[in-house]
């Protein structure tokens, strides 16, 4: 499942590529000011750090007790022996409150259901009225009593519920009289209260008929609407998780409750319907249409499953089909004419290869006999991994080759591999508790990389991509102090939406990264296949993975406790920062190095982390001397400070630690070391790998931002770029300029910065030149060097955000001819590059032409970049006409409202006019995505990541006093980068003006290398 929030870029089902992506598709907002600050423009590119700050919940406590939680209630048997599904997990398990003698006695005040009884199989039975959007049913559940207890509890909210009745399931049973049922909304249950005890190992029947509305809002059992031929038309849908289920039928709603659901749904014949399973084709599968005009349609039994992986779907859509080669079905649904478009074929054709990959590389087969893609015009995420019926937003499933850019497809193709790997690690195992989402969240996340690379070996996706779109990113985040355990408690339904977030993704998929390189991929996979098979159809807690992957390494011989190693990562918030030493103080002999570790933080000025903190850190170390380095050498680090032989020094050699960048954590060294490996780059990068440069760009710049590396060794490290003709690296280092230059941009000798950018671009951007403007055909960006393109892209924007005359002058030409001769040529790849640097430079025309085309263009990608080039503009009167417009018209969507805001936020000439804004707007913003915390995070940090001055940090204060308190995580971790900005400008300002003043020194020796500024 994705992030909840539909503005692409920001989305994403785990957000593949995502923030970055989207951070590019911001593109450059070049202005040319007579002559003052002529680089000054910005930076809507500035994305960097603003993806970074979506989401994050902050939540204090480390959990370290969950642990000894899941191993007391983790993985249980017993069910087994009661002839349950194999592998199934207790109830109970991953409860670990405290039950006091009045939630015994009611035990609906609990927020967990009890552990009594337990649901084994559900009858359910629907009717659903398009007509007037209200659907009826019955369901009959069949539950196991575990212990005797005169109370039935289980969810159901927003139900009207007419009748229950209880009957014990075995010859002459008979019924058990209900005294009473009642609602007990504050925990969303349906309570029965019987007549006499239930007894232990029996079974029983319950019936309920229901009646409930289809809702508006997008969950549960909602409705959606899509336009054709001048009429509207309906279709209605599921979407059950987290705790949504209960919305549409009583049920036990959690995780661990699996059952298995024969589902029929009754509905006109004019739609047709969907579900997990195939609709069952014998006789008794479709009533023809009676003289009511109404049809029933039964579904095969599900498999073993969670609730909230259930899913149905009532529409009129068409529908394109394949199949596997082992027999399973895959279907594409979508409105007719996207269908009639070939709009899905691209997606059905990449799942089809991506069902035989996971399948070979996970040794477990795709458990279901088919796999339906349903594209639907509204939904609250990117996309839901319901099994065999995954629902996604259209903008993330239909694609246009016609006018679709690179990252655009690359975007869409990473959702789909995301929800694919998701049939596994989600559907078939299921993570017990919402605590460990990241159990199915961060292994989806970091196979949209490896399911990826399967589709296009050439784009070296975990490779290269990985590390700026996720590792760098999640660091940030990661890196303050606001951040929170991978694994959090969840105690209540208000919990559960929190713990979606880029943690759970981002550095769940890096965790897991760092975990297969140590481990080597073939143990790795051995280990994942024992975990799936053993929990298959059940559910899983982080120990159960641990103890597969110990095993496998045993198998070989290799002891290592996983469980001890990992929950270092997971139950401490933050990462380390090793420093790596050569030869310390001179104390011991040249061929020792000495290592420490300590947690890494933003505004601690180096040095200040929770003392406590202590991992067991994996660290690859190499060395290298001119021409060549050496193989890595694994070292591992458990205690704060320790020293380790390394052959081949000498005063020449430098060290780089963390090889390939595998590693969740941050390498610093000594000055003498930072100097070495700054020459080797200035003199041959290619010594170094294209990660580690990269690496080194991400760390360098980071750590000086907190303050410990002086200012001037980023700058002076990135004045190699010249020399750099790989993506990865200036895709690094594009990230940390633009988080530099939202710091500086304000600042009076800001022209010192933007020359020094400027001066490392200018040759290779001359050297690449621009795109031709051929049109991708079919397949065109599958088969280009995606590499190459996206380097080029990469240039032009940064030249066109930080002022070249050459690159602003092609803009104007580009949109100057668009509008002469009303065809379109830009490239689609640079489109909102040309676009903003258009609206910035030229007249306001151009921002109504543009305007013009928002309102023209029905391509969804096109459409939203077009609207983003609108906040480009110098003209206060355009950017404020901008602003209200977007709270108030219905040309711009709802989820498209705050990416304005944002992106007025991010242009210099907007940010007073944005903070202004979002403030007098709060309460309308507030009441309407106050409730979606990935869209409310990402608006709170859009319009708040800019301020650096200690006055914006006390209106910030005041604001946050008087009126958003209530926000959520959001603030405080606003307020604490607000503060790291304040202090850097305090603390480090002068000395990165006193470097650049003296400028970098190229290719020059040691002695020469100013690093200390
Ligand atoms: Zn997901």
Known sequence: ????????????????????????????????????????????????????????????????????RFQECGGGDEEEEAGGPPGTDRPSGGRGERVSAAEEEEPWRRSRLPDAVRPRHYDLNVAVHMDNFTFSGDVGIDVECLKATRFIVLHADRLEVSSVAVTAKRPGGGAVRVQRHFAFPANQMLVLVLHRELRASRTYRLDVTFEAAIEDELLGFFRSSYGLGGQRRYLAVTQFSPTHARKAFPCFDEPAFKATFSLSLRHHARYTSLSNMPALEDAAGEDAAGEDGWTTRRFARTPPMSTYYLAWAVCDFASRETSTEGGVTIRLLARPDAIASGAGDYALHITKRLLAFYQDFFKVAYALPKLDLLAVPKHPYAAMENWGLSVFVEQKILLDAQVSSASYQMELTMVVVHEICHQWFGDLVTPLWWEDVWLKEGFAHYFEYVGTDFLFPKWNMEKQRFLTDVLHEVMLLDGLSSSHPISQEVRDAADIDRVFDWIAYKKGAALIRMLANVMGQRLFRKGLNDYLLSHMYGNAARDDLWKKLSEAMRSEGRDIDVGAVMDRWTLQMGYPVVTISKNPAGQLATRYISVSQEHFLYGQDGGRGNSSFQWQVPLTVAVGNGSRVSSETLIWIHNKTESHVMSEMDDKTWLLGNINQTGYFRVNYDLQNWKLLIEQLHADPQVISVANRAGLIDDAFNLARAGYLPQGVPLQLMAYLPEEASFLPWHAASRALY??????????????????VLKQVATRYHQMGWPSNAVNGEGGVLQAAYQTEELQRELIMLACSFGNKQCHRQAVAYISDWISSNKNRIPPNIRDVVYCTGVSLMDEDVWEFIWMKFHSSNAVSEKKILLEALTCSDNAFLLNRLLNLSLTSELVAEQDAIDVIIHVGRNPRGRNLAWRFFRDKWDVLDARYGEALFMNSKLISGVTEFLNTEKELDELKEFIRSSGEGAGPAMPRALEIVKGNVRWHRLHRRHLYQWLRKGPVRRSPPGDVSLAA
């Open 739 to 756: 988080q530099l230059d939202k710091l500086l941009d304000r600042t009076d000798d800001y022209n010192l910065f933007s020359d020094y």
């Open 1 to 68: 499942m994705g992030p909840r929030d539909l503005t692409s870029g920001v989305t994403a089902s785990g957000r593949r590529m995502s923030e970055q992506w989207a951070a590019s598709v911001t593109g450059g907002r070049p202005r040319v000011v007579g002559g003052e600050r002529p680089a000054s423009v910005r930076k809507r590119l500035v994305a960097a750090f603003a993806l970074s700050v979506v989401t994050l919940v902050a939540v204090a406590a480390v959990a370290v007790a969950l642990a000894v």
